[in-house]
């Protein structure tokens, strides 16, 4: 008994052929997960953030961005991952056995375009830069994404509240702030936040690492996006121009409270509010009491970080504010400047005399 072959997709010798770009599969579920491509269908959404996937298995992977959960663990140091194929490019750092392998530091990457960008950690290079003000950047993707902050187009909204954002990674993180979530927990304060790289942020505050590190100058930032802006003021990098003053800078949301005398971070003890959420989280140390920063010749902690640094000149003599009129030299900037007012003629009071003199 013959069988026609009828126009169902059916290929007699791969099986079931997509009508649209060809391609064969061996049983019609897996043309079925296919056909997505074509269709932009994605039937499996998150129920915290509504982003939906195509693929069922891609679901649970989501999830653990909200939960933090971690269940793939290295048996050499402990480091945890969220996905399998995380851990097996982790190994390869213990086994060496990563086929492309770093000349300078041996990290050992599963791709060649990962060894690529990671040389430029060393080299410094950038070679993707902006027409417009001149910044470069190690990465195509990381640029088109700084392109937008010139043309102002922010793509993804929030069909709650009509917030838009950049990039859609943004809005995903936004959306839980309408949820109220917060599934990620301090387990020294029990303080809680809607996205774990917030909690991440948050534990240094107790632990005073700052683990982002200036290569020229030497400062240390807790968070990556500060020592970015930080990086600017070493290249001159100025890319926003204030409509107000004509004032270039390089963070014009920052710039433009002091214009508007905005202070969006308040203390929740006291109510005092601050211009920049570094400001806050240094005030929180007076109701904590917490003083991260320990000088290792005396032992005397500080809860801020310029107060030890004009503490550690007591014990090194350094000066490295020298005035331009007389070449006198001090550890401090502001008295520096009111020393200043010796040479321009403005009258000392006698406390400003007194540390001057000492």
Same mark, same amino acid.
């Given at each position: 008994m013959s069988m026609k072959k009828h126009n169902?997709?059916?290929? =007699?010798t791969h099986g079931i052929s997509c009508e649209i770009c060809k391609t064969s599969f061996s049983c019609? !579920?897996? *043309?079925?997960?296919?056909?997505r491509i074509h269709t932009g269908e994605k039937p499996y959404s998150c129920e915290i953030c509504n982003k939906s996937f195509s693929r069922k298995g891609d679901l649970p992977r989501h999830i653990r961005v909200h939960t933090g959960e971690k269940p793939y663990s290295c048996n050499v140091c402990g480091s945890s991952f969220a996905q399998s194929g995380t851990l097996a490019s982790h190994m390869n750092v213990h086994t060496g056995a990563g086929p492309h392998i770093c000349q300078i530091c041996s990290k050992a990457f599963s791709a060649k375009g990962l060894l690529k960008h990671h040389i430029r950690t060393h080299t410094g290079e950038r070679p993707y830069s902006c027409e417009v003000c001149q910044a470069s950047f190690t990465r195509d993707s990381s640029l088109a994404r700084h392109m937008k902050t010139h043309t102002g =187009?922010?793509? %993804?909204?929030? =069909? @709650?509240c009509g917030h838009s954002f950049i990039q859609k990674?943004? *809005?995903? /993180?936004?959306? @839980?702030t309408h949820s109220g979530e917060k599934p990620f927990t301090c387990e020294i304060c029990n303080k809680s936040f809607s996205r774990i790289g917030q909690l991440q942020k948050h534990i240094r505050e107790?632990?005073?690492?700052?683990? %982002?590190?200036?290569? @020229?100058?030497?400062t240390s930032f807790t968070e #990556? !996006?500060?020592?970015?802006k930080h990086m600017k003021r070493h290249n001159g990098e100025k890319p926003y121009s204030c409509e107000i003053c004509? #004032?270039?800078? /390089?963070?014009?949301t920052r710039h433009m409270r002091t214009h508007t005398g905005e202070k969006p971070y308040s203390c929740e003890i006291c109510g005092n509010s601050f211009a920049r959420k570094s400001n806050l989280a240094e005030h929180m140390r007076i109701h904590s009491g917490e003083k991260p920063y320990s000088c290792e010749i005396c032992s005397k902690s500080f809860s801020h970080k310029i107060s030890f640094n004009y503490h550690i000149r007591t014990h090194t003599g350094e000066k490295p504010y020298p005035c331009e009129v007389c070449g006198t030299s001090f550890s401090m900037k502001s008295v520096l400047a009111r020393h200043m007012k010796i040479h321009i003629g403005e009258k000392e009071s006698p406390k400003t005399h007194k540390e001057l003199s000492s």
């Open positions: 169902t997709g059916m290929d =007699e019609s !579920s897996h *043309l079925t997960r296919h056909m =187009e922010k793509p %993804y909204s929030c =069909e @709650i990674t943004q *809005l995903t /993180t936004h959306a @839980i107790h632990t005073g690492e700052n683990p %982002y590190c200036c290569n @020229i100058c030497g #990556k !996006s500060a020592m970015t004509g #004032k270039f800078v /390089t963070d014009m």
